[in-house]
Every structure is written in structure tokens, then in C-alpha cells.
């Protein structure tokens, strides 16, 4: 079955620092997103990106973060200057055309020190 | 903000009880989506049912949705041990604005 893949699986950073967190949605997809999840806590939405481009984006996702498709298969979620409140597990999904189901990654968990 | 509001926010129930959770939501939806989350892994898509259905049905789920009171529910008849998770409802708006919304979540922990 056709799945979401994340990497790192974990990772460690400190404060201050850039990082990238990777994922590969389903080949076909062409609806990403990524959400959050502190510990324990709500799901928070981020991020959508379709076509290119960012479609909707929260109030959380400000300038320290951004959204790329380099390749045509990868997508990535940058956090500019990391800070304490970014530890979280991240999770990327992804959504065929017409569909509305998401798929998930298992999620990036980002400590931050 | 049409976040849905999931309630209990915790639920211990024994194996074999059936287990009911409820969801809230603010604004006018396309369709609601329940997804489960075991511990410390992403969320798993289990049922959606669309804005013009009323009752919806998957093996042991049986999902309900009042448009008008803007809630849903998700029942889990005969629970097992391996029903223990966090499940969380979804909702995309009416406007069709590429987010799709989640609640806070219950956690229902099923005792042997």
C-alpha cells in the first residue's frame, strides 16, 4: 500500500538553529500539508500546498517557516531559527486529487534544546 | 475558527463495552473525518462521512452526523485492547479552502 515517508525520524537541534524535515508524499498526490502536534496535544494544521505553491497557510506558519518542493517528489518544511516551543512532532500528509482522505506520515519529532 | 471539539477528552471503558465520542464543530462543513492516532505514530484515516449524510457505517464503527446541531459522533461497538488510541475528528470546510481542521482529540484507553 502507498504510503507517507518522513525523515529524520528524530531530531535533536538547538536553539537557533535551521532545520529541514523531508517528507515523500504518495506519488500521485497532489495536495500536501503539514501539521503539528505538541506532545499530547491537538493536531495544529500549518500548512497546504498545491500546485506549486502554498494554497492556505495558519497563523503558527509565519516567517520562520516555509514550504519548498524541490524535486517533483520531496517536500519540505523549513523552521529558519528554531525556538524552544518548535519541539513537536511534525507530520506531513498528502491527498489524491478529488479525494478528501488524508494520508500521514508517521511523523518528525523536533527537540529542541 | 471551525475546529472540531472532541469530548470525553479521556475515556477508560472495559473490553468488549462499546465506546461513544463526540465531536463539535463551529462553521459549515464539506464533510467530517474521524482519524486515529496510536501513541507517538500519525494519524490514521478511519471514516468520513459527507454533510448530507446522516449515518455512516465500517465494520464496528458506526459514525453519526446532525448538521444542525454541527456534531458527530463515533461509536466503537465491542472494544479491544488494540482499540486503545487518541481519535480525532476532522472537518473541511464548506468553502472548500485546502485545510482540512482537527480537534483536540479523546483518548480512549480500553481495559482488559
Known amino acids: 500500500e502507498p504510503e507517507v515517508t518522513q525523515t529524520p525520524s528524530h531530531q535533536v537541534t538547538q536553539m537557533g538553529q535551521e532545520v529541514i524535515l523531508r517528507c515523500v508524499p504518495i506519488?500521485?498526490?497532489?495536495?500536501f500539508y503539514w501539521y503539528r502536534q505538541i506532545l499530547g496535544q491537538k493536531v495544529e494544521f500549518l500548512v497546504s500546498?498545491?500546485?506549486?505553491?502554498?494554497?492556505?497557510k495558519s497563523e503558527i506558519f509565519d516567517d520562520q517557516f516555509s514550504v519548498e518542493r524541490p524535486d517533483g517528489s520531496n517536500f519540505t518544511l523549513k523552521i529558519r531559527s528554531t525556538k524552544l516551543e518548535d519541539s513537536a512532532m511534525y507530520f506531513c500528509?498528502?491527498?489524491?486529487?478529488?479525494?478528501?482522505?488524508?494520508?500521514f506520515g508517521a511523523g518528525s519529532r523536533l527537540t529542541v534544546l | 475558527s471551525q475546529q472540531g471539539e472532541e469530548d470525553p477528552q479521556a475515556l477508560s471503558i472495559q473490553e468488549g463495552e462499546n465506546a461513544t465520542m463526540n465531536c463539535s464543530y463551529k462553521?459549515?462543513?464539506?464533510?467530517l473525518q474521524w482519524y486515529r492516532q496510536n501513541s507517538g505514530r500519525g494519524l490514521v484515516h478511519l471514516i468520513l462521512?459527507?454533510?448530507?449524510?446522516r449515518e455512516k457505517h465500517s465494520g464496528r464503527l458506526r459514525v453519526t452526523l446532525d448538521t444542525s446541531k454541527k456534531s458527530s459522533s463515533l461509536l466503537i461497538t465491542a472494544s479491544r485492547a488494540a482499540d486503545t488510541a487518541s481519535y480525532f475528528c476532522?472537518?473541511?470546510?464548506?468553502?472548500?479552502?485546502?485545510?482540512?481542521?482537527f480537534g483536540k482529540g479523546t483518548r480512549l484507553h480500553i481495559l482488559p
Open positions: 500528509a498528502s491527498q489524491g486529487n478529488g479525494a478528501n482522505v488524508l494520508t
Open positions: 506519488s500521485n498526490h497532489l495536495y
Open positions: 500546498f498545491y500546485n506549486n505553491e502554498i494554497s492556505e
Open positions: 462553521t459549515s462543513i464539506n464533510n
Open positions: 462521512i459527507r454533510s448530507n449524510e
Open positions: 476532522a472537518t473541511e470546510s464548506m468553502n472548500r479552502d485546502d485545510k482540512i481542521i
